[in-house]
């Protein structure tokens, strides 16, 4: 089988699910107990919050750790809206959000809170100067992913955030789900207040994330109870995933490292053999894109189809964001981008991790040319 799905999900490295094992068996003691065991746990945690705030280029101290990237999105932008609601009641954001944010803001929208959405061009970019005409005196965040997890558009987020220094009420939050271990952020350059990260996303383990919230800013939390993490989400912390979220992280940000080029390789091959397919139409921009992202549609098929098709000869690949794939309508992010209804109906994401090769490439190339051929051939014949 060739996994081509992993901005879905990524297989956990094995040394990951290792290191779960052994600290679910062997430091399994509540966190916030007195006794020896939770102590131990305790000192876990503090050992991988160093580390993760190592690696994000944070303090440990602004490190919150999560159920993952939806959770994220949410404590960030409802948790401003609650804390500064006597400030104003407007959020702006993009076009091209993961769902977590979008219904997230819709449902503040609900509340009486004022929803801006920034458009963007054919290739999924924003311009940040729509940000600033958009800013009123009830303005309270700004919330921009960083890597579209459909099409793999980068925005400028750095840029994003220098401009929006002059506006110091305004809280900044980012959504780095997609681009953590693959497109580098410094979240101190860009002035970012807020971020979020889920572990699932670079090798780690499902149900496992973390927030990155700028040292003196203040949100309200969602989840209340035992004052865990400081305060701001309460839970018996995950030990274990936590953990193991640490170190997928590490050897994650070591293979971006080692392995950008290859990926890099891989991705330019099939952006190049996908554009000489004349049944193929390819949304993912040749510039300023994630290298582990392409997004193409089937024109005059559907996407679910090609992706069955696809799974068949043991390729695998996903329609849109996997948060929405079984919702059978057209990706928002491409009708944003201005693609018609029925082309967006035929659209599948590739999605590539370190652990991909470059035959691994050309087989899929080679298994989506036989598929196409395949339906094209019994769609003309029933048409």
Do not use: W
Not at 222 to 237: D, F, V, Y
């Amino acid at each position: 089988m060739i996994y081509f799905d992993n901005s879905a999900t990524t297989k956990p490295y094995e040394a990951v699910l290792e290191a779960f094992v052994d600290v679910g068996r062997q430091f399994y003691g509540n966190p916030s107990s007195l006794h020896v065991l939770g102590g131990k746990a305790e000192k876990l945690l503090t050992k991988a919050r160093e580390q993760i705030a190592h690696l994000a280029g944070a303090a440990p101290g602004e490190i919150y750790f999560t159920s993952g990237g939806s959770e994220g999105n949410n404590l960030a932008i409802k948790g401003t809206a609650l804390m500064y609601r006597d400030r104003g009641k407007h959020i702006i954001t993009t076009s091209v959000e993961h769902p977590s944010v979008r219904e997230a803001c819709e449902q503040l929208r609900a509340l009486g809170y004022k929803i801006t959405y920034i458009p963007v061009n054919k290739d999924g970019h924003i311009d940040p100067d729509d940000i600033l005409h958009s800013m009123t005196d009830q303005t309270i965040l700004v919330s921009v992913i960083h890597v579209n997890n459909e099409v793999g558009t980068i925005q400028p987020v750095t840029q994003i955030g220098k401009l929006l220094k002059k506006y110091p009420k305004v809280l900044y939050h980012v959504d780095h789900v997609q681009g953590a271990a693959k497109v580098p952020l410094d979240l101190h350059d860009s002035h970012i207040d807020i971020c979020t990260f889920s572990a699932h996303k670079f090798h780690g383990l499902k149900g496992n994330g973390f927030v990155f919230i700028r040292k003196g800013v203040t949100i309200a939390p969602l989840i209340s109870g035992g004052n865990q993490e400081n305060g701001m989400r309460s839970g018996t912390e995950n030990t274990a995933g936590i953990v193991a979220m640490a170190k997928a992280f590490r050897m994650a940000e070591e293979k971006r490292k080692s392995e950008m080029e290859k990926l890099l390789e891989i991705r330019t091959y099939l952006m190049n053999e996908f554009k000489k397919m004349p049944e193929l139409l390819v949304h993912t921009p040749d510039e300023q894109a994630a290298p582990h992202i392409i997004n193409v549609s089937c024109v005059g098929l559907k996407g679910e189809v090609a992706v069955h098709g696809l799974s068949e000869e043991g390729v695998i690949v996903s329609t849109t964001s996997a948060c929405s794939s079984k919702d059978k309508t057209p990706s928002g992010t491409l009708k944003a981008m201005g693609v018609s209804d029925p082309v967006a109906n035929g659209a599948i994401r590739i999605s590539l991790s370190y652990e991909n090769t470059m035959d691994e490439a050309k087989q899929m190339v080679d298994a989506l040319q036989k598929v196409l051929a395949r339906l094209t051939k019994v769609m003309r014949r029933n048409g």
